[in-house]
């Protein structure tokens, strides 16, 4: 077979799959991945509203230029209040970044060891949660203990609990999803115990230690514990298809701005956060980026190296089978891409 042949195979084959894919993927993805990209990042985040989102914000921190704010749709679509780029919005799993940052510090103090087990820092948990005695803080933070996620119970979204108490109870005395260390496995549960165990070494509530070490370190006055410490005004919207109201008075965990999460994003990623062995420890660890979801609110933040940018995108639709998931992975790509042309431009 020649080489011409085998090419034109490997071609075919290729864009086979490629439109078979197309028939597993969502239209609103599939017209927002194939979409002429804009010029700017602003007809970039219209365009995403467009698409489908009620309301999208952008964060853009460029190295030792000024940070850059983006918004679109709705801040509040019932009462037609447009998008605000200082908005307060619920960041999810991203508050997974300030837990392990918490953690390293509490381990370089001497506090925890990250060898401990859970049954060593919660003895109660002895023969509630399957292999307590062999779970240990490392184990916790990188998703490899075992544990159910709770999120995961049968219908959990549909009422979510708010107590920390309330979720663990939804896994206790549930047999283990693997051996610890085995595998890897995401699951809430795991950072439900870290903030726990927290609470216990310090004698008080962790978050406290987290605005004390990271917050006020970096001057970071729009990162909240929960949607009670702040006014509801100043939260953005979120909506979830098929769910008739706005779901933002949902006690579902920390809150912050786009650029409050970019300034600690940044600060991580270059270590600035971190005294003595902190940044080894934290290595050793976990991710320097996160995603986040929760009813009605998607996050992302990043940073990319290549062009020493920080971004973070949040968007204020959600969706049962989670199209507007890879929705938001679609725009966000497509901002990148739009970022990168323009600094390339303005370098020739």
């Not at 439109?19 to 969502?26: A, D, E, G, K, M």
């Not at 992302?300 to 639709?317: E, L, M, S």
């Amino acid at each position: 077979m020649t080489k011409k042949k085998t090419k034109r195979i490997i071609t075919i084959v290729l864009l086979t799959a490629t439109f078979i894919s197309l028939f597993f993927v969502p239209w609103i993805v599939v017209k927002a991945w194939v979409l002429p990209l804009p010029n700017t990042v602003q007809e970039q985040a219209n365009e995403a509203v467009e698409n489908g989102f009620n309301g999208i914000l952008l964060y853009v921190d460029k190295a030792e230029k000024p940070p850059e704010f983006y918004a679109a749709g709705w801040h509040d679509k019932e009462n037609k209040i447009p998008a605000k780029a200082n908005a307060l919005f619920k960041i999810a799993s991203i508050s997974k970044l300030y837990v392990a940052v918490a953690i390293t510090k509490l381990v370089n103090k001497g506090k925890l060891s990250l060898d401990q087990t859970v049954s060593h820092y919660l003895p109660e948990l002895s023969g509630r949660i399957e292999n307590a005695d062999k779970i240990t803080i490392k184990m916790l933070v990188q998703h490899r203990s075992g544990i159910p996620n709770f999120t995961d119970t049968k219908n959990y979204w549909a009422q979510p609990k708010e107590s920390r108490k309330e979720n663990l109870e939804l896994i206790l005395d549930q047999p283990a999803d693997f051996d610890p260390g085995e595998k890897y496995a995401y699951s809430n549960t795991n950072y439900l115990l870290l903030r726990e165990i927290m609470d216990k070494v310090l004698g008080y509530p962790h978050f406290k230690f987290i605005q004390k070490e990271i917050l006020n370190r970096l001057k970071l006055k729009n990162t909240l514990e929960s949607v009670k410490d702040v006014n509801i005004k100043n939260v953005m919207s979120g909506y979830h298809i098929g769910h008739p109201f706005d779901l933002k008075t949902d006690d579902i965990g920390m809150l912050a701005t786009a650029q409050d999460v970019g300034v600690f994003l940044r600060a991580l990623n270059d270590g600035s956060l971190f005294d003595g062995k902190e940044k080894q420890i934290y290595a050793s660890l976990y991710k320097y980026e996160h995603k986040g979801w929760v009813p009605g609110y998607q996050s992302i933040a990043k940073y990319h190296k290549d062009i020493d940018a920080v971004v973070v995108q949040f968007t204020n639709t959600t969706d049962p089978k989670l199209y507007y998931w890879n929705l938001a992975d679609v725009e966000y790509a497509r901002f990148i891409k739009i970022i990168k042309k323009n600094i390339r431009n303005k370098q020739r």
